[in-house]
């Protein structure tokens, strides 16, 4: 990277403890960095301050409890996480599921990842500071825009944050009467509001100095690490597994993926920027093609059915907020798997982070560290 | 497809779920071969068998230009080493030490094996089968280790 700062030859190098407690490592980051003076020399980052084991609950309790503990595991888009599970399971048990219900999958996740993106914009330009203008005031438009669709999931399913949308075979609550109206409420304020925080900022110098050219990542070194979603498209690699492996029904959806040309910090953030407009004309297009019908091929989850599957292998992969989320599940035959693994995207993103950070100066780490998104729920299962 | 091809020139065995089996001796010629056509790592897992004292360790790559994805299996002992597959994908780093940290596989030539998600002193690997669940967890003391080494 090009010094934009003169700095005179350090004498030693020193060692900085940069966390769990500061406040833009997203809750629970250490990074040891090593530094020369501004220079970054190497980084160290220590995860699982939030290891739950979330895998071993996973083969202890049987599929239908484990499917709300999943909300709680990427909390910022817990329809996403559901649907990953669901899928697999009814993959391996060949369970079908009803049109109007993969429609209303679909409605939700997109729904959820445009909250999801709202919260990284938020929190990435609470990062860079008071350099844009206030602080806090992207964090509180965001916010603002965030809490309209978390109402929604609240009138759909009763939990703003954890929804408990999906069950095996199906969804568990039909839309209810008049949500067209207030969803096509906020698509229309949303659209407005992306153009408007998007000229914000890439008319701001100060972002575009702290952005661009700032964090690159190299399309080969993307794909080795296995980096996925905004992180992988932002090298311009055009590869989102909504378009490459389509699931319920999302070939039927007319969308664009957008890439980024170089790789950097700016690259990552303009794509996530599209990624929302694309994720309102999702919407909209579900809206408009709901097809009537049952939500759910299985009884209500209410009656305690457990659902069984056959013993086998399987992994289903699906494109979250962050990129590649996949369940491999080994299944002996019982209601509860013999071994759950999650793919976590956010795990695989921030494995990027040593290569990163290396040359770059202190200041960088929190915009490279933010334009990974990576939630700790996530990275640390 | 290309999946198809490599089985045929590795001449590897496929399970009913569609996992191509090979024998961990020919690692390096494996993921040589995998490598060039499959450039993404997506993930590695591994399944423990406590009856057979056995695990199955799990590959997935990806091919990003002609959607495509490829499962490799390959079972090994308790006690025996698997070698790194760090040479070939750098996001093997952390996978592996993930497999060391919960399962107690060891890496052969891996840059860095340590525990990644629970504390260095912790006993015992959670996700194998024979792990006690029941136990009553011990508590973390940072005074008998210090939280910072000079040494990292």
Redesign the interface.
Known sequence: MEEKVKISEPEEEIILNMGPQHPSTHGVLRIILKLSGEKIVSAKPDIGYLHRGVEKLGETVTYVQFLPMLDRNDYLSATTNELGLVLAVEKLANIPVPERAQYIRVLFSELSRLASHLVWLGTFCLDLGGALGGGTSVFLFCFREREKILDIFEKMTGSRMHPHLMQYGGVRYDVYPGMDKDVKEILDLMEERINEYEEMLVNNPVFIDRTKGVGILPKEVAMEYGCSGPVLRGSGVKYDLRKAHPYSSYDKFDFEIPVGENGDVFDRFKVRMEEMRQSVRIVRQALEGLPEGPITSQMPVKVKVAVRTPPGEVYTAIESPRGELGYYICSDGKPNAYRLKIRAPSFSNLSVLPYLLKDHLVADIVAILGSLDPVFGDVDR | MKREKIKEELKLEE???G?LVFKSSEFYHVMERIKKDF?????I?A??FPQEKAF?V?Y?FRN?DE?E?I?LKTKIKEEEKLPSAYKF???A???ER?IYD?FGIEFENHPDLRR????EDWEGH??RKDYP?NKAPEKYDYRKKPV?R?E?
């Open positions: 399970t009913k779920d996992f450039p993404y790592l997506s993930f897992t399944v423990h199955d799990i997935a990003i959607p994805i499962f994908y750098k996001g780093d952390w996978m993930e919960l990644i998600v629970l504390p959670p996700l669940i910072l000079r990292d």
